[in-house]
């Protein structure tokens, strides 16, 4: 799994996917920060006094981000998803399924967050999903009890994704 943003719920959500068993490349602009998740396993400088899974790296080489991955996790500032992403579109694997966890509208079009991943990386709408909750970063990070949704139109999207960071406690929904 990539995760393209290197920010509190950008690294959070990495651990979270690490905690279910996969291997995790995040992706930051910084350098140092970087440098701090891959050697100390740390994000001190947005989740301090979290340690992070050793399956979880991090680079400012986003083509080496997104290299042979399953899973593109996008969170980064909604405002700027569209302008970030484009030049991305040729390197997202094209089985991948992209997650966005970010929130709000793109102010120029009114576009909900799915509709940018959509659109900026020009694959289909039942290859995206969202995660969102009544959470927050910093106790999801502490492992603590929170709610998570996990939402796509495409039903067998959703299921991977919740699958993915689950840990193995995944089970699908029935009316049974």
């Known amino acids: 799994a990539a995760v393209l943003g290197s920010g509190a719920w950008g690294t959070t959500f990495a651990q979270v996917l690490a905690d279910a068993g996969c291997t995790v490349r995040l992706w930051g602009?910084?350098?140092?920060?970087?440098?701090?998740?891959?050697?100390?396993?740390?994000?001190?400088?947005?989740?301090p006094g979290?340690?992070?899974?050793?399956?979880?790296?991090?680079t400012t080489d986003v083509v080496e981000a997104l290299d042979g991955v399953d899973l593109v996790v996008v969170a980064i500032p909604s405002q700027s998803a569209r302008a970030t992403l484009e030049p991305l579109r040729d390197l997202v694997p094209p089985t991948a399924v992209a997650v966005s966890l970010m929130k709000g509208v793109e102010l120029s079009t009114d576009r909900r967050m799915s509709e940018v991943v959509t659109e900026a990386l020009a694959i289909d709408a039942s290859r995206v999903a969202v995660v969102s909750g009544p959470n927050l970063a910093g106790e999801i990070a502490r492992r603590q009890p929170t709610a998570t949704v996990v939402s796509s139109s495409d039903p067998q999207t959703a299921a991977l994704v919740a699958k993915a960071c689950s840990s193995g406690y995944f089970r699908p929904y029935t009316n049974a």
Do not use: K, M, W
């Open 50 to 58: 979290v340690e992070l899974p050793e399956s979880v790296s991090a």
């Open 29 to 47: 602009r910084n350098a140092d920060v970087a440098h701090q998740i891959t050697t100390e396993h740390v994000n001190g400088r947005y989740l």
